[in-house]
């Protein structure tokens, strides 16, 4: 029996044949799902995926877009979000 860590479904199996001819599983972690925009759900820019700790790894700037709602929202939602705004409150 394999330790208990390695019975969790969280990770993924790879059957390798080592050079001695015998197969063994390879554990490995599954790949994170990819970020969206919280609006429309299309797949955001910029935003690397990994692990946290592969992501722990990179700087600030790698991890994020620099503008306001920046790895929240897409480049077009956010467009359309400013000028609804504009709008609301030039009609006040
Ligand atoms: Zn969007």
């Not at 946290?52 to 897409?74: A, D, H, M």
């Not at 400013?82 to 009609?91: D, F, G, L």
């Amino acid at each position: 029996m394999v330790r208990g860590m390695y019975r969790s479904r969280s990770l993924k199996r790879k059957q390798v044949r080592i050079p001695s001819g015998t197969s063994v599983i390879h554990y490995k972690r599954k790949m994170t799902s990819k970020h969206k925009c919280a609006e429309c759900g299309t797949q955001l820019g910029g935003i690397p995926r990994g692990t946290p700790n592969q992501i722990g790894k990179t700087s600030k700037s790698e991890r994020t877009v620099s503008r306001p709602y920046g790895g929240y929202l897409c480049a077009s939602c956010l467009k359309k979000k400013i000028r609804n705004e504009v709008r609301a409150e030039m009609n006040q």
